[in-house]
């Protein structure tokens, strides 16, 4: 069964340090995001792609977060400098673009980023 | 602006022991309500979705159905690996990013 696929799964980093996350949506898939989660709360939307476009970004810090998706199939999320208040969990999801699907999103293992 | 609100924040039940969470949503035009389950340090898992008002759809134990303010998910005879953290999420006609309400932390006791 084919799956969204995030590296790596795991990073601890100290502030002030940059770091990098890495998702493959799944082959066929078109629209990709990149959510945030934090502890005990539903993911929020940082970054949508439509292939290589970025289609919402609004809620992206972009002092610090960039996103980019330069061939339209795999994407990285960066953040530079890392704050405290980073920590949490990095969810990447895709979906399929066609009609008339309603674009159900299937989302990969996340990334959990421990900021010291 | 989307506002999705679950209750209970976390439910105890015995196994066997019926019951339902609720999912209640204010969107400008809903395109979809979906219900996925997230374990614990894993991403969520898709569930269901929901189009329009008094559609049902069922995947073992459980149910979800929808209203034009509300969802419930019910969970019939629960087993002890039912137990998950329940995310209900909107979307907006004309956008394709969801809306995530905070969850319901499900815990089943054998």
């Known amino acids: 069964e084919a799956e969204v696929a995030q590296s790596p799964r795991y990073k601890i980093t100290e502030k002030s340090q940059a770091v990098a996350f890495w998702c493959d949506p799944i082959?066929?898939?078109?629209?990709l995001y990149w959510y945030r989660q934090i502890l005990g709360q539903g993911p929020e939307l940082l970054v949508q792609?439509?292939?290589?476009?970025?289609?919402?970004d609004s809620q992206l810090p972009k002092d610090r977060f960039s996103a980019e998706r330069l061939k339209g199939v795999d994407s990285t999320l960066k953040i530079q400098p890392a704050e405290l208040g980073d920590s949490a969990m990095y969810l990447c999801?895709?979906?399929?673009?066609?009609?008339?699907?309603?674009?159900?999103?299937?989302f990969g293992p996340g990334t959990r980023l421990t900021v010291l | 602006e989307d506002q999705v609100t679950q209750s209970p924040e976390a439910l105890r039940l015995q196994e066997g022991e019926s019951s339902s969470l609720n999912c209640s949503y204010t969107?400008?035009?809903?395109?979809?309500l979906f219900w996925y389950r997230q374990d614990p340090g894993k991403g969520p898992e898709f569930l269901f979705t929901?189009?329009?008002a008094g559609e049902e759809k069922e995947k073992e134990r459980l149910k979800a159905t929808l209203t034009k303010k509300e969802s419930f998910l019910h969970i019939t005879a629960p087993k002890p690996e039912d137990s998950a953290t329940y995310l209900c999420?909107?979307?907006?006609?004309?956008?394709?990013?969801?809306?995530f309400g905070s969850g319901t932390r499900l815990q089943v006791q054998p």
């Open positions: 999801a895709s979906s399929w673009s066609g009609s008339p699907s309603y674009n159900e999103q299937f």
């Open positions: 082959s066929g898939h078109a629209t």
């Open positions: 792609f439509q292939d290589e476009s970025v289609v919402d």
């Open positions: 969107v400008s035009g809903l395109r979809g």
């Open positions: 929901l189009y329009s």
């Open positions: 999420a909107v979307q907006e006609a004309g956008r394709r990013a969801l809306t």
